[in-house]
């Protein structure tokens, strides 16, 4: 039984007034403290390792919200609950301090170095790790990479910057660099690698990417890195990650850059009058230069006029002016000498001086000083929530060479946001607007293709003129008809030809939290893509005006649609046990492409003004043909990824994808491919910890299986075509296959062995990776003939094999590092061999295709070339020989080299591979020096042992075709009687006749060898105090010059860009290779003045 006291008690605590006095004295008791305790302020200055301050810095006071950043001369000052407090001081590059404040009022650091290249964060695709922890091949290029060099798009930047990824530029304005990695791996597909931008497979091209938008480029090289994107990985894959908000005020980015273009051209081009000279003693050697029955030896206007009469006004005058004449029309004479009467001369000849004989440049007329301009505004905000990132950009280049430019507009926002601790969205939004414009091609008669007008302007006639004394175009300058020496300025006004592009690429995220190690990402990207091209060329263009054209006009316009889809579901779960740390991804997606286009074209049309426009209404009612298109692939995909790290020092990466695509046949849908790597950072061992100065040796292996995705859209099924046939008396229509099908046909593979070693030393001053690898490509698909009692000749199989094996190296160095000044270097050397394992028939060659069993797939088969015959007694009766077999070889003609046993004959044994447009070597070196606010650097980039075929040099001067774009390269190396050590035979009206044509194309096998300056740059970065005063954070202005010097072998001293080896190992109607200056590649040289500027 309870006593009063208790009951009175119980009242109390049950009376509300109770509650309310107890709780106002609980927070006067916890209250009381911090009224007595007094905040401290505390100040200080942060520093580099050099003394110099460090704007930027983040401190924060441990375990709150609340902090600051350095200002422009490292200084801060922060207030903390109580001496108890600790410091964070962080930054990019740096190792994090933390430091208790104690009775400390002030408080200075110098913050170190961190090791860089062992805790930054690289994607691997399908998510990101510290590079410390990578096991598969792997090379990123930065966003200051990327601008150290402005370029058009990415691709450019990576050139020489990246081992084993072989970048082949072209310059024609708006056109995509060839980009090869690790070697061709495809012999009738796509060689190119995959790009993924924030995780979402590239739709268009990497035209639509500003490259002022990426932050950070990853190049995954073996198939234990790329197999994840199973049958898309085979070629590499490149991961894109672009710019996104950061915590922080808003801050506004202007980047803008001006460069002027000048062609640069190392070539010594023959003059007038040395062409005219070449041409006059190919007729004297050949027996041609005669009047009547009288061969001349000498310079003489009467034979000239027989020889070159077929030559309009204006040329024949300029031939004239190269001899002397009466007043009364003849021309004036001089005594010879008694040397040049014994050599047959007459007592009197001609007064002559060649080198009065005008010269006309020709590319003057076509070229011009191209002006780019690059501007670009960013904005970018954040806080703890939210971030944005905006940019607008602006690219206009205006080529080289007349009628060729490149336009885009772009637009890009990236934005993400975490209402809630468990759940992040976001999205990525880019679009880009293009216009190219594409030049002329005359030799073809198309206004588009490979060739250009400054490859046409170096095949004119240098003595011919554009234009007559009434100033009209002559439309043969020379007058020669049969060669393809139309007027190439009568193309710039008369024909026409642009693309136009947009491109919408879109991508949704979501992450979602569910633990500490369990996440799930699901990401939703979408992109639509159109384009629209028009090709006009007008009534008075010259391939309209050829014999048997009507003079109209002729267009063309075609349009095109792409649409794609992707969904992707992702679930991370990483875990940590003691020292096992473990990791699972699993993925599923699904994707869909459809392609819709159409093309119609017409002659006969009215109004050139009306161009490729209302083509119906302007060609006699109707085009000439007319189509659409359509087609449309889907996929779905799944992977598992399992990772594994024992003491953070023993590495494991496996992974299994499994691709199901619509465009293979039933049973053969499916494919699965796998990868694993592992590796070892031996300098965590015990055994290494007596070696301080190796701060990272890593030994990494990695093995799996990619996919090259090169079947298309029906290949499997046999696409259906009209097939026209009579039934009875009737036409008829139906449908056939117009491909055999193929149920089997199926992706290439492509298995990879790598091994590399990561290594860094000396407090990461040198840094550094060396790489061996070997890949077999199976499957490769091919054409293989059938029995024609099918209908058909031919079926797409999987059949060949490829093969390539190469190393890797790259190294970094801070060869001098203290506050004023610094030094560093980077080199990268690749060197890859490819070689055909098999074809489709086995190991059997296929000549015909220039394809050889363990060569290379771009190779040069020819004969050989001894030196050049002379007229010596053993000369003479080996030229004997050989004419019993009816080669009619003479003095002064290249002399044939036969393998194994002679016999006089020249047959395939004969010949021998002599070359590839495949480099042995490829290097990029970088040397970068900075003082104070400057910053000097150098690029050099070269590509060594490659061939290059084509009639370059005076070598392929035979015959009567004077005109070409190798016979305007000067030489006077040619064989003679005087002369006899020349390098090139003697120019002949007759050699056509008489030199076997496949024993003078040896001779157009050249070096392609070269090394070019790429970049040379100067920066000044303004004094932050200054920058400030302007109300900026910083600003940085910088010149440029890219490409000035270039050296190398007969190619490039034949003015041709060796860069771009598309075609090397064709040629065209006129001898020349469909590569170099025809396909548009000719080097510029580029002024550039730059501006960065931030608010």
Not at 638 to 657: D, G, K, V
Not at 1010 to 1025: D, F
Not at 1031 to 1039: A, L, R, T, V, W
Request: hydrophobic share 35%; charged share 15%.
């Amino acid at each position: 039984m309870r006593n009063k006291n208790d009951v009175n008690r119980t009242k109390v605590y049950r009376h509300p007034m109770f509650f309310y006095k107890m709780l106002c004295l609980f927070i006067l008791i916890s209250v009381a403290p911090m009224a007595f305790a007094q905040s401290v302020t505390i100040k200080g200055n942060v520093k580099d390792a050099q003394g110099a301050p460090l704007p930027g810095v983040a401190v924060k006071v441990q375990g709150t919200t609340q902090g600051t950043l350095t200002d422009v001369d490292g200084n801060y000052s922060i207030s903390v609950p109580s001496s108890k407090s600790t410091l964070v001081f962080s930054f990019i590059g740096m190792e994090t301090e933390k430091i208790t404040v104690g009775t400390q009022k002030a408080i200075s650091l110098t913050m170190k170095d961190s090791s860089i290249a062992l805790n930054e964060v690289v994607s691997i695709g399908y998510a990101r790790v510290k590079k410390s922890d990578v096991t598969g091949a792997l090379t990123q290029v930065t966003a200051k990479t990327l601008e150290e060099r402005p370029v058009q798009n990415a691709i450019s930047a990576m050139q020489g910057k990246a081992a084993g990824v072989d970048v082949q530029s072209n310059n024609r304005p708006g056109e995509i660099s060839n980009v090869v990695i690790r070697g061709t791996r495809s012999i009738n597909g796509s060689n190119s690698p995959l790009y993924v931008v924030d995780g979402v497979i590239l739709m268009g091209d990497m035209n639509d990417i500003n490259p002022n938008d990426i932050a950070s480029m990853e190049i995954l090289k073996d198939a234990s890195s790329t197999a994840i994107y199973g049958s898309r990985g085979a070629n590499g894959v490149v991961l894109i990650t672009t710019k996104n908000g950061k915590k922080g005020k808003i801050n506004v980015d202007y980047t803008g850059t001006v460069t002027f273009d000048v062609i640069n051209s190392v070539t010594d081009w023959a003059s007038a009058g040395e062409m005219l000279d070449r041409y006059r003693l190919a007729n004297i050697n050949g027996g041609t230069y005669k009047s009547g029955s009288t061969n001349y030896m000498y310079p003489d206007p009467t034979v000239d006029l027989a020889i070159f009469g077929h030559s309009d006004a204006a040329t024949m005058a300029a031939i004239r002016s190269a001899y002397e004449w009466n007043s009364d029309g003849t021309v004036k004479t001089r005594s010879t000498t008694s040397e040049e009467q014994a050599a047959g001369l007459p007592a009197q000849v001609p007064v002559y001086n060649s080198g009065n004989v005008p010269t006309t440049d020709w590319a003057k007329y076509l070229t011009r000083t191209g002006i780019t301009q690059n501007h670009q505004v960013a904005i970018s905000s954040g806080n703890d929530v939210s971030k944005l990132y905006m940019s607008l950009g602006y690219y206009n280049n205006k080529g080289t060479q007349e009628n060729q430019g490149y336009k885009r507009y772009s637009v890009r926002m990236n934005g993400e946001t975490s209402p809630l601790k468990w759940l992040t969205v976001g999205v990525n939004l880019n679009t880009s607007l293009s216009e190219q414009k594409y030049g002329n091609s005359y030799r073809t008669g198309s206004s588009t293709g490979p060739n250009d007008a400054y490859g046409l302007a170096l095949s004119q006639y240098v003595m011919a003129k554009p234009y007559d004394d009434n100033g009209n175009l002559i439309l043969y300058p020379g007058n020669n008809q049969s060669l393809p020496t139309w007027n190439p300025l009568i193309n710039l006004s008369t024909t026409d030809d642009l693309t136009r592009k947009l491109t919408i690429q879109a991508n949704t995220f979501a992450d979602i939290k569910f633990t500490p190690w369990l996440k799930y990402h699901m990401n939703f990207g979408a992109g639509y893509r159109t384009s629209n091209s028009g090709s006009w060329q007008g009534s008075g263009s010259t391939t309209r005006l050829k014999s048997g054209l009507p003079t109209t006009a002729v267009a063309s316009y075609s349009t095109s649609e792409v649409y794609q889809y992707l969904i992707e579901n992702l679930l991370y779960a990483n875990k940590t046990f003691g020292k096992h740390d473990l990791g699972l991804t699993l993925m599923q997606s699904g994707q869909y492409a459809r392609n819709v286009g159409s093309n119609m074209s017409a002659s006969s049309i009215f109004y050139d003004a009306c161009k490729w426009y209302n083509l119906a209404a302007n060609s006699n009612g109707k085009p000439d043909s007319y189509g659409t298109s359509f087609s449309e692939t889907s996929m779905i995909s799944y992977m598992a990824r399992f990772n594994y790290a024992f003491n953070s020092r023993y590495l494991l990466n496996a992974s299994l994808r499994s691709d199901g695509a619509s465009q293979l046949a039933d049973g053969h849908k499916w494919d699965l491919f796998p990868s694993a790597s592992v590796a070892w950072k031996l300098h965590e061992e015990s055994f290494m910890k007596s070696f301080k100065w190796v701060d990272e040796l890593k030994l990494r292996f990695g093995m799996g299986t990619s996919g090259n995705s090169a079947v298309g859209a029906y290949s499997s099924a046999g696409p259906l075509a009209q097939y026209a046939y009579t039934w009875g008396t009737t036409a008829a229509y139906g449908m056939i296959p117009y491909n055999m099908p193929n149920p089997s046909l199926g992706w290439e593979h492509t298995s990879q062995y790598n091994v590399g070693l990561d290594f860094a030393f000396l407090n990461q001053r040198l840094t550094g990776t060396l790489e061996f690898y070997l890949s077999n490509t199976r499957d490769i698909l091919m054409y293989r003939s059938i029995v024609p009692i099918t209908g058909y000749a031919q079926i797409m199989d999987n059949i060949g094999r490829m093969r390539n094996k190469g190393v890797e190296f790259t190294i970094s160095s801070k060869n001098i590092v203290n506050k004023d000044f610094s030094w560093s270097t980077d080199l990268s050397v690749s060197s890859n061999k490819n070689q055909i394992v098999e074809l489709v028939n086995g190991k059997q060659d296929m000549a015909g295709n220039n394809w050889y069993i363990g060569q290379p797939l771009n190779v040069f088969r020819t004969y050989h070339i001894a030196g050049i015959w002379q007229n010596t007694t053993e000369d003479l009766a080996e030229i004997a020989k050989w004419k019993a077999n009816g080669y009619t070889f003479a003095v002064g003609q290249y002399k044939p080299q036969e393998l194994g046993t002679p016999d006089y004959k020249l047959t395939d044994a004969d010949k021998s591979i002599v070359g590839s447009t495949d480099p042995k070597v490829v290097l990029g070196l970088t040397n970068t020096f900075t003082y104070k606010n400057w910053e000097f650097s150098f690029f050099l980039y070269s590509r060594l042992g490659q061939k290059y075929f084509s009639s370059l040099l005076p070598a392929g001067i035979n015959g009567t075709n004077y005109v070409g774009y190798g016979r305007h390269v000067k030489a006077s190396d040619f064989w003679s009687p005087s002369n006899t050590s020349g390098k090139y035979p003697q120019p002949s009206t007759a050699s056509a006749a008489t030199v076997n044509a496949s024993l003078t194309q040896a001779s157009y096998v050249n070096d392609g060898s070269y090394m070019i300056v790429r970049n040379i740059s100067l920066g000044y970065k303004l004094p932050a105090k200054f920058a400030n005063k302007l109300n900026m954070k910083s600003m940085q202005i910088f010149g440029q010059v890219m490409n000035p010097f270039i050296f190398g072998g007969e190619v490039v001293k034949a003015g041709l860009n060796p860069d771009d080896t598309n075609g090397w190992t064709s040629t065209n109607s006129v001898g020349e290779s469909t590569g170099g200056t025809n396909n548009n590649t000719i080097i510029n040289t580029s002024f550039v003045a730059g501006v960065r500027v931030s608010f």
